[in-house]
Nanobody
Framework: QVQLVESGGGLVQAGGSLRLSCAAS????????MGWYRQAPGKQRELVAV???????NYADSVKGRFTISRDNAKNTVYLQMNSLKPEDTAVYYCNVDKALLSGIYRGPYWGQGTQVTVSS
């Protein structure tokens, strides 16, 4: 299985920065894509950013130019650097692994427990 532990959320003023981290652990051989989703109150969960093992990335239009996703494959960790934060970025941010190779079979998705990001105006 795959366990995901997130850290780095908190309260920040508009224009500020936060860095989220998510470490994956478990009995897997490799992980394909890792990403971040967010869910604001009363809204559906949405993709924020995703990065595949080779390093290619994709971002939601709303965060392009402000957020940067990166990963350390040796540490099975994904990061989300969030700059120029806006009140509308306020949400619970969830780490995601789409597929992990376990015992010769790709399984997933897996989710972290979520970390709250609050941006005050």
């Amino acid at each position: 299985q795959v366990q995901l532990v997130e850290s780095g959320g908190g309260l920040v003023q508009a224009g500020g920065s936060l860095r989220l981290s998510c470490a994956a652990s478990g009995t897997f051989y490799s992980i394909n894509a890792m990403g971040w989703y967010r869910q604001a109150p009363g809204k559906q969960r949405e993709l924020v950013a995703v990065i595949i093992r080779a390093g290619a990335t994709n971002y939601a239009d709303s965060v392009k130019g402000r957020f940067t996703i990166s990963r350390d494959n040796a540490k099975n960790t994904v990061y989300l650097q969030m700059n120029s934060l806006k009140p509308e970025d306020t949400a619970v941010y969830y780490c995601n692994v789409d597929k992990a190779l376990l015992s010769g079979i790709y399984r997933g998705p897996y989710w972290g427990q979520g970390t709250q990001v609050t941006v005050s105006s």
